[in-house]
């Protein structure tokens, strides 16, 4: 005797399959209004998206451990730095994500301390 009707696990099918079609059209509509990383200039609000390309924890003021994360895109990449985290659940080497903050300079890169953050789902294409 099966457990679950043909037609339940249909249902169920369509529901997570219409769940899956959301969640990347709010990941596309995440990406409204990005700029490439070769654009971005020091001192300036940027939004950009792109893959984890390098993950590291890095000290930061003598004792702080911080997760320093290089993000690219096809034009080029900078450093985001999550002051005092060693680790953020759901960023791992090529995580797609969009990052929001004040571009500043640290050690000659261009870089983004304690941005807002949002992750993307794989499936969508990143611009650029």
Excluded: C
Aim: hydrophobic share 45%; proline share 4%.
């Amino acid at each position: 005797m099966a457990l679950f009707s043909r037609s339940s696990k249909v249902a169920e099918a369509q529901r997570v399959a219409d769940e899956n079609a959301e969640f990347e059209r709010l990941g596309r509509r995440a990406l409204d209004g990005v700029t490439p990383i070769s654009e971005t200039m020091w001192r300036s609000q940027v939004r950009v998206a792109g893959r984890v390309k390098a993950m590291r924890v890095q000290p930061w003021a003598e004792k702080i451990a911080s997760l320093e994360i290089t993000l690219a895109d096809e034009t080029g990449g900078l450093t985001v730095v999550f002051l005092g985290r060693r680790t953020i659940g759901g960023i791992h080497l090529g995580s797609h994500m969009v990052v929001e903050g004040m571009v500043s300079e640290v050690r000659h890169q261009l870089t983004l301390i304690n941005p807002a953050y949002q992750l993307l789902p794989h499936g969508v294409d990143l611009p650029h």
